[in-house]
T-cell receptor, first 115, second 114 residues
Framework: DQQVKQNSPSLSVQEGRISILNCDYT??????FLWYKKYPAEGPTFLIS?????DKNEDGRFTVFLNKSAKHLSLHIVPSQPGDSAVYFC??????????????FGTGTRLTIIP | KAGVTQTPRYLIKTRGQQVTLSCSPI?????VSWYQQTPGQGLQFLFE???????NKGNFPGRFSGRQFSNSRSEMNVSTLELGDSALYLC?????????????FGPGTRLTVT
């Protein structure tokens, strides 16, 4: 049972435009969400997170939006740059479950920025 | 601060053998988690250790085991290797305390089973 879903395996965006990556979750116990970026032969690198008490978090070119009622979050990258080409993973965890550090990941979206 | 380190980076083993992978967390981090990444499957949680105790375990067979030492370094072991165990094994560490913290990942160990 895939509790975190990224339904787009790949996405291509022109350099300078907005990239929008989507993620859906089914487990209502999740209340903390993270985005990771992964280059080949490297481990995932943390990008940005959001807790369920917020609906938006911004960090430079990266903004994450959370729609709790729809159990949906999205990552916006503006403007997109060639170095953003990577695989992006959405992850979730329950903050209230003390001692549970397990992250549940989506299957990833490969973003390609076209120069 | 040095990041999470994993050794070895690459490994080739034969079916039926066993393998041990090592992970050193960021200094001060006491929680270490292990994940398996295979194509199309994302990252699957294996287990998490905190203060030398396994706190959480994912849905993997008993052939997958781990341990954590007093210095927070962790090892995972896979016995009786199968072809399907070929994957990237990632280790992640978390800062002390519960809360809205991200996990910091190492570069991974690429295991190939032939």
């Amino acid at each position: 049972d895939q509790q975190v879903k990224q339904n787009s395996p790949s996405l291509s965006v022109q350099e300078g435009r907005i990239s929008i990556l989507n993620c859906d979750y089914t487990n209502s116990m999740f209340d903390y969400f993270l985005w990771y970026k992964k280059y080949p032969a490297e481990g995932p690198t943390f990008l940005i997170s959001i807790s369920s008490i917020k609906d938006k978090n911004e960090d430079g070119r990266f903004t994450v939006f959370l729609n709790k009622s729809a159990k949906h979050l999205s990552l916006h990258i503006v403007p997109s740059q060639p170095g953003d080409s990577a695989v992006y993973f959405c992850a979730a965890k329950p903050l209230w479950d003390f001692g549970n550090e397990k992250l549940t990941f989506g299957t990833g979206t490969r973003l390609t920025i076209i120069p | 601060k040095a990041g999470v380190t994993q050794t070895p980076r690459y490994l080739i083993k034969t079916r039926g053998q066993q393998v041990t992978l090592s992970c050193s967390p960021i200094s001060g981090h006491r929680s270490v988690s292990w994940y398996q990444q295979t194509p199309g499957q994302g990252l699957q949680f294996l287990f998490e250790y905190f203060s030398e105790t396994q706190r959480n375990k994912g849905n993997f067979p008993g052939r997958f085991s781990g341990r954590q030492f007093s210095n927070s370094r962790s090892e995972m072991n896979v016995s009786t290797l199968e072809l399907g165990d070929s994957a990237l094994y990632l280790c992640a560490s978390s800062p002390p305390g519960q809360g809205a913290y991200e996990q910091y990942f190492g570069p991974g160990t690429r295991l190939t089973v032939t």
